[in-house]
């Protein structure tokens, strides 16, 4: 009989002497006294206060109560590898989950990414929840998810230090770009164009102050004295991509989100507006399970090519 190493030698020395109805070849079955065997039974009866084996006749039986004891006894046994077998199964990324929080902006990012990901481990169950950096800092600090996608905390756009128990594994850096529609005055216009000129004069669409890139955006324009014309706020990159389309609005986006868009024109411009980094954010003191560790890997190796790419 194999020994289970996490489940009481007393009811595994039960089990043997049932099983062999004799003490004596339970003990060379185990590999263990008899006086041992017999003592660790003994001590399990003065535990349960009843009898659970019948010592009476040339061959030993379990009581009724045994009987009852040991249907229990190896349901447990059953639970126990069966737990051991799930612990491999999430080790080897056949079972798991894995709670992702993302803003909005960082959809042209993560929708591949994710893609990827179920590509490769199925087995995972995945569930995502768009928020603002602020409310991935606080979702993270309670645990109510494992990963983050934000801009970084440590950059002028955010409003609150972040925790100390955050930890950042960077991505890649993003460039802003000015996009107009393909009706808009300055859709063939020749650049590079003076930032402070246009974006003090041209209406803008524009993620609300909500959002850490408005807040990075407005960093920016307030360092160089920039006051914006805000014709229109919204919560949604798809809405304003589409009111830009129309041609009456301008807006500031990620060159990634602008090239990706059919009928926008980005226009360079000086100074340049500015950059800023995306990252991926975890609890420094939770536990990271392997289905967050193979995130992490896949994102590093996946968005640093892309951002190259797009960059080059």
């Known amino acids: 009989m194999e020994r289970n190493p996490v489940f009481p030698r007393s009811i595994q020395y039960l089990m043997a002497v049932a099983e062999q109805r004799s003490f004596t070849r339970a003990a060379e079955a185990l590999y263990v006294s008899q006086p041992t065997l017999s003592q660790q039974i003994r001590q399990l009866e003065d535990l349960l206060d009843t009898q659970l084996l019948d010592r009476s006749g040339r061959s030993v039986r379990l009581t009724a109560a045994g009987e009852v004891y040991l249907q229990y006894a190896h349901r447990a046994l059953g639970e126990l590898e069966a737990g051991k077998r799930a612990i491999h199964d999430l080790e080897d990324l056949s079972r798991g989950s894995l709670r992702l929080g993302m803003m909005p902006v960082t959809d042209y990012l993560t929708t591949p990414l994710l893609h990827e990901f179920i590509a490769r481990y199925p087995g995972i169950n995945l569930s995502t929840t768009e928020m603002s950096q602020d409310d991935i800092a606080a979702a993270l600090t309670e645990d109510r998810i494992d990963v983050g996608v934000s801009y970084n905390f440590n950059s002028a756009l955010a409003t609150e230090k972040h925790p100390d128990d955050i930890d950042a594994q960077e991505l890649c850096i993003e460039r802003l770009s000015l996009a107009v529609g393909c009706d808009h005055d300055l859709a063939h216009a020749k650049g590079p164009l003076n930032s402070v000129e246009v974006l003090g004069r041209v209406p803008m669409v524009m993620l ?6 408005r807040r990075h955006i407005d960093s920016f324009c307030f360092n160089n004295s920039i006051k914006l014309t805000i014709a229109m706020e919204a919560t ?31 226009i360079p411009m000086t100074p340049e ?29 996946l968005t640093s090519t892309r951002c190259r790419t797009k960059h080059a």
């Not at 991509?241 to 990706?260: F, K």
């Not at 609890?283 to 392997?290: E, G, N």
């Open 236 to 266: 949604s990159v798809s809405l304003i991509t589409e009111v830009v389309r129309l041609g009456r609005l301008a807006t500031i986006l990620p060159d990634v989100i602008c090239s990706a868009q059919p009928r926008l024109h980005q």
């Open 273 to 301: 507006l500015p950059r800023h980094g995306i990252s991926l954010f975890f609890r420094k003191s939770a536990y990271k399970s392997p289905a967050t560790l193979a995130f992490g890997q896949l994102a590093s190796n």
């Open 208 to 213: 609300n102050t909500n959002y850490a890139l």
